[in-house]
């Protein structure tokens, strides 16, 4: 199964503020700690850097299927740094490998719904229990990144076996 990079997602650190929701890049740097210019409080600070939670993916038919939901989301809202397209959700699974761009990289665990999500505007504290449970199985996929370099939009994403 094969599919493209739809966004590349950053934030850089900023004071008091979390890791979403991520702006859009053409391309980025990527190492083993993450994306070059991303900084997600949460894997620093309560995971302690731990390289396989370096990057956060989503594929862009959750993000769909969430909005025909009713949830206004777009690629980037929530933390993911590499928003696919054209590899279904559960195609994506624990020590799967990827070559995407010049990086390689492995699905390490799907990604729980956090309390920082209700920073987001259209869901807000009112409405976090009830997305908290939209979430739940869809939030995405952490990744450890095995081959370090350089992606663009666009870039193929092969599975590699």
């Known amino acids: 199964m094969s599919g493209i990079i739809h966004q590349i997602n950053i934030k850089p650190e900023t004071p008091n503020e979390r890791g979403l929701p991520k702006k859009p890049v053409e391309t980025a740097n990527v190492f083993y700690h993450g994306i070059d210019r991303d900084f997600n409080r949460y894997r620093e600070e309560k995971c302690h850097g731990r390289l396989d939670k370096a990057l956060l993916i989503m594929p862009l038919e959750t993000l769909v299927q969430l909005n025909s939901e009713g949830w206004p989301i777009k690629p980037g ?85």
């Open 77 to 161: 809202d929530i933390g993911e740094n590499i928003t696919t397209l054209g590899i279904p959700y559960n195609d994506f699974s624990p020590n799967k490998n990827y070559k995407i761009g010049e990086i390689e990289i492995r699905i390490s665990e799907p990604c729980n719904p956090c309390g920082n999500l209700k920073i987001l505007p259209y869901i807000g504290k009112e409405r976090w229990p009830e997305f908290k449970q939209t979430m739940k199985g869809r939030r995405g996929w952490y990744a450890q990144v095995l081959k370090e370099g350089r992606i663009n939009v666009g870039d193929e994403i092969v599975e590699i076996k």
